[in-house]
């Protein structure tokens, strides 16, 4: 069964529940455990690709939008320095997002090799 990220069951997010007022708004976003179960999906249907991308918004669907996209912007060519996105490496790691972590780490080098830092 999959669930809301606010833990709700979804069979239980219907219209007439949303009409009645008791839909929260993390209740139509999703759950970690929902991202990894399609994230096995794609990698049993031969997309590993897919699979990693699942498996990482799996580790920052528990992050607040707006860390999110201060995370996305600091990915930006040209709008972190070194030691921002060491930090950010870092902040993920803490948390245990490991392959998030993995991925900024990995456009921290490649934007330091290029001269893409601030």
């Given amino acids: 069964m999959t669930q809301a990220r606010s833990g709700k069951a979804s069979s239980e997010i219907t219209l007439d529940e949303?009409?009645?007022?008791?839909?929260?708004?993390?209740?139509?976003?999703?759950?970690?455990?929902?991202l990894r179960i399609q994230?096995?999906?794609?990698?049993?249907?031969?997309?590993?690709?897919l699979a990693?991308?699942?498996?990482?918004?799996?580790?920052?669907?528990m992050l607040?939008?707006?860390r999110v996209m201060a995370i996305y912007?600091?990915?930006?060519?040209?709008r972190s320095t070194h030691?921002?996105?060491?930090?950010i490496t870092a902040e993920l790691m803490t948390i245990g997002a490991v392959r998030t972590a993995a991925?900024?780490?990995e456009a921290l080098e490649t934007y330091q090799r290029r001269g893409l830092l601030r």
């Fill in 83 to 87: 030691e921002d996105l060491v930090a």
């Fill in 64 to 66: 607040d939008d707006e």
């Fill in 73 to 78: 912007e600091a990915l930006r060519p040209g």
């Fill in 18 to 34: 949303l009409r009645a007022g008791n839909v929260v708004t993390d209740d139509v976003r999703i759950h970690p455990d929902t």
């Fill in 52 to 61: 990693d991308n699942l498996l990482r918004a799996a580790e920052l669907a």
């Fill in 103 to 105: 991925l900024v780490q």
């Fill in 39 to 49: 994230a096995q999906v794609a990698a049993d249907h031969g997309n590993p690709q």
